[in-house]
């Protein structure tokens, strides 16, 4: 993508989105791709300006966050990671036997494998199109492994890549989706599978860019999620209905502000370069993009213990999680929570400032009463 800035204050207007976040990673830096899990974490804390623009840009949250002295805890160890490429690995032997067995076709020669191969991911994005028309014309069964399927978000273009795509005789394309952790007695465990139906609703979102494209295409709303059974390493295979997620995902993408309306507002030389930037450096440009720290980034983002740090610092109530900032109204600061709590600043009439000071009007009755409630051999053992 090569569209222009259009005209910041102190770049030449023919500088490219390209070229500018080539610089904010740094001209040596390899590029880290999106993929749906970052996408799904994106979606979920759109307000976030710091994580749109680092993975807009490619950066390496990881080698970042060591940087700045706060290593990640975020990300799946190689355990995880070669455990899950085995699992998936004997799913797929022999032509996707099992897992076509998990859609009720006993023979794999039934099924077309297309090639997905081509030149870079533009190209294979457009060869997977070009194979799920043919397959959707045909009307066949037919397993597309690995395709590649790009989706524009926050202004810049995404490539993904899902475990698999079948593609019905009635010209339906569903998502498979093939994680490591198990299904025991037929449900998995919530949070991973909750992870993965957003993750799956992400894939879901890209191909029907392309099936609104293609004559008697249709994306199915159930996707595949395929486990080990129990505690064996035995394929077992759950339809999981993703459209609550995929209008989470849809309507918090729309939200995100677009990747060059970020750029345009960082001063002048501003640069993520790991490589080259002292952790000083790096730390002074992070702090030049505004964040939106929760306690979900913990389990989502490579920067949250750095943004967590720096939340608790400025006293914000968002800290607390996104539940309790609702619930405060133009509390922002933990401070202003206490004073109104205490009576010494606020408005009486608004609700949030009433309802902290019943509570703590509340609290002091508790407190006052419980000598009198509790014995006092126990009160001097507490003491």
């Not at 199915?220 to 064996?232: E, G, M, N, T």
């Not at 729309?254 to 960082?266: G, N, Q, S």
């Not at 213990?305 to 922002?332: I, K, N, P, Q, Y």
Request: with cysteine; aromatic share 4%.
């Amino acid at each position: 993508m090569s569209a222009s800035l259009g005209g910041g204050p102190h770049r030449p207007p023919q500088t490219t989105l390209r070229h500018r976040l080539a610089e904010l990673r740094g001209p040596a830096a390899v590029p880290r791709p999106l993929d749906a899990r970052a996408l799904a974490a994106l979606a979920a804390n759109p307000g976030c300006r710091r994580r749109a623009i680092l993975d807009g840009a490619g950066v390496d949250k990881t080698a970042l966050a060591a940087k700045l002295g706060a290593p990640s805890g975020f990300g799946q160890s190689q355990f995880a990671i070669a455990r899950g490429n085995a699992f998936e690995a004997k799913v797929k032997a022999d032509g996707g036997r099992e897992l076509l067995g998990l859609l009720g076709i006993a023979e794999p020669g039934e099924v077309d494998l297309p090639e997905l191969t081509a030149a870079g991911p533009e190209g294979r994005a457009a060869r997977t199109a070009l194979a799920l028309r043919e397959a959707t014309a045909a009307g066949r069964w037919a397993l597309l492994d690995h395709p590649m399927l790009a989706l524009e978000v926050a202004g810049s273009p995404v490539y993904l890549e899902p475990d698999a795509v079948v593609v019905r005789p009635d010209g339906r394309w569903t998502v498979v989706e093939i994680k490591s952790f198990p299904m025991i007695d037929g449900s998995a465990d919530a949070a991973k599978a909750g992870a993965a139906a957003r993750q799956a609703a992400v894939y879901v979102l890209a191909l029907e860019k392309v099936a609104a494209l293609t004559e008697g295409a249709a994306v199915a709303h159930q996707v595949l999620l395929v486990c080990p059974k129990d505690f064996s390493n035995l394929p077992t295979g759950s339809a999981v209905d993703v459209r609550k997620q995929l209008a989470v995902t849809r309507r918090q993408l729309t939200r995100l502000t677009r990747i060059e309306e970020i750029a345009d507002t960082l001063p002048e030389g501003v640069t993520f370069d790991v490589a080259e930037c002292s952790a000083e450096e790096l730390a002074s440009a992070v702090e030049c993009v505004p964040h939106a720290y929760a306690p979900e980034c913990l389990a989502a983002c490579e920067l949250a213990f750095h943004c967590r740090e720096r939340a608790r610092s400025a006293d914000v109530v968002a800290a607390l999680g996104r539940s309790v900032r609702g619930e405060l109204g133009g509390l922002t600061t933990i401070g202003a929570v206490l004073a109104a709590a205490r009576g010494e600043a606020g408005d009486p009439d608004d609700p949030a400032v009433a309802a902290l000071r019943r509570a703590r009007a509340l609290r002091a009755e508790a407190l006052a009463a419980a000598p009198a409630r509790i014995p006092a051999e126990v009160v001097e053992c507490a003491c």
